[in-house]
């Protein structure tokens, strides 16, 4: 008989909850259920043609070699000049190192630098990965609850308290899945005078989503506002939500060169060089016409207006406009304790979700997931018309209960 031994390691953590929801989703849809899926996790936007064109080209030419384990010239020197012009930020190519989206360049940072009990310090709700990555890295995380009166913030007091001499980072997503929190100049300045004061902390600020901002949202720079922390900040990002390219997988990590090159030594250990044909891919979105990024904020914008008008006027459920992201975190805190038409108890967000989906075929993710309840999450990646059906069947739903 054979028997498998899996590691502490994996038996440590669980599955992607969104990206269990959103197989889920699928299924049922392919079951043929009447489904309107706002577990979604990425623009329902079409990577700009030149994009497209520009892979294309690539397999055309012959580009389908290892490339460069930091990745390829072209696209380091691009993602330099992007730092530069976007972030107002200088960073050589020599600094950026080339990932498999910003997923794995997370997992890889957080694996070049824990050892067993460093602890991680992350604001919730936070994204559904961090947590278990820190624990696959065997590192701790310190959950750090950030209420909606704060706008799902951390604050300079919250950071204070929670470092102790194990703390190696701070994680910041900044716009955040999924609260849509978007720290200010002002913010990141507060927190960066705690920080000061603790020379043990690395800041690893995650910026995925970092062109999608509402009502004319600045995007100021950590390491802008704070020069002082620049050797101690490894910044993430990424082509997959800006440029409509999720499948593509190109991530990049910038930083302290002696950081980088750690990882990037995990990096050519393990997965391995990045693909070719979407790194071409990438120096196209990263150089070419980005013309578009407004009129897509433009689109999720009327979105957001729309969505949260109409989720606010269901009562027991609301929600505050997101800063940036596409997402809305909708507070249901007014539902629990209700009873559905067949009898059962809304006792958490797991139960209301499960109710959303059951009764009125809306796919949602519970707050659970994002380590703050009693929430669920709404993605404003999918049409006007799906959110309004959307809504309009949670609504109903929620009238259902007594
Ligand atoms: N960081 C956050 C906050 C995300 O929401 C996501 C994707 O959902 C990622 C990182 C992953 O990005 P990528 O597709 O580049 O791996």
Known sequence: MTSIRIAQRAQRI??????AA???????????RDLVNLVVGEPDFDTPAHVREAAIAALRQGDTRYPHNWGTPALRAAISRKLARDNGIDYGAEQVLVT?????????????TLDAGDEVI?????WVSYPDMVLACDGTPVIVPCSEAARFKLSAAQLAAAITPRTRWLLINSPANPSGA?????????LAEVLLAHPQVMVMTDEIYEHIRYDGRANPHLVAVEPRLRERVLIVN?????????????????GPLPLVKAIAKLKSQSAGTSCSIS??????????????????????QQRRDRAVALINAIPGLGCLA???AFYLYVNCAGLLGKRTPAGTLLSDDQAVVLYLLEQAGVALVPGAAYGLSPYFRASIATSLENLEQGIGRIARAVAALS
């Open 322 to 324: 997101p800063e940036g």
């Open 238 to 254: 990424g082509v997959s939500k800006t440029y409509a390219m999720t499948g593509f997988r190109i991530g990049f990590v910038a």
């Open 22 to 32: 959103a197989d889920r989703a699928q299924e049922l849809k392919r079951e043929g």
């Open 100 to 112: 498999h989206g910003a997923k794995a360049a997370i997992f890889l940072a957080l694996s070049a």
């Open 182 to 190: 978007t720290y200010s100049a002002e913010e990141y300045r507060a």
């Open 14 to 19: 669980k599955p992607s909850p969104s990206g």
């Open 279 to 300: 790194q071409a891919a990438a120096v196209a979105a990263y150089e070419g016409d980005e013309g578009f990024l407004a009129h897509n904020r433009e689109v999720y």
């Open 122 to 126: 992350i604001p919730a709700p936070y």
